[in-house]
């Protein structure tokens, strides 16, 4: 299954956005599923986990400002009081649960920017 995000813009400190993750076939057979981003210059970090049994986890960074949810081909994330530290490509992947780390190939991310 290929994943690819999107739903990516330029929003300014405080909106919120909805990134989608569309699935080329059915997910509900995947035990976890997750986001990840890229900052300028950074390395790829986790962001959020998703199991399909309802478990969630994430980065302490991004705890209670953003949500993670998934349907059968699509995962999203929901990001609310959003910082510009939130700039970022963000990429969603098969997790390794409790590893938190990417278990896939990448696909292409979305690149969103908090600015002023």
């Known amino acids: 299954v290929q994943l690819q995000a999107s739903g990516g813009g330029l929003v300014q400190p405080g909106e919120s956005l909805t990134l989608t993750c569309a699935a080329s076939?059915?997910?509900?057979?995947?035990?976890?599923l997750g986001w990840f981003r890229q900052a300028p210059g950074g390395e790829r970090e986790f962001v959020a986990g998703?199991?399909?049994?309802?478990n969630t986890h994430y980065a302490d960074s991004v705890k209670g400002r953003f949500s993670i949810s998934r349907d059968n081909t699509n995962v999203f994330l929901q990001m609310n009081n959003l910082k510009v530290e939130d700039t970022a490509v963000y990429y969603c992947?098969?997790?390794?649960?409790?590893?938190?780390?990417?278990?896939?190939?990448w696909g292409q991310g979305t690149l969103v920017t908090v600015s002023s």
């Open positions: 992947n098969t997790l390794r649960w409790f590893f938190w780390e990417a278990s896939g190939e």
């Open positions: 076939g059915s997910i509900s057979d995947i035990n976890s």
């Open positions: 998703a199991t399909r049994t309802g």
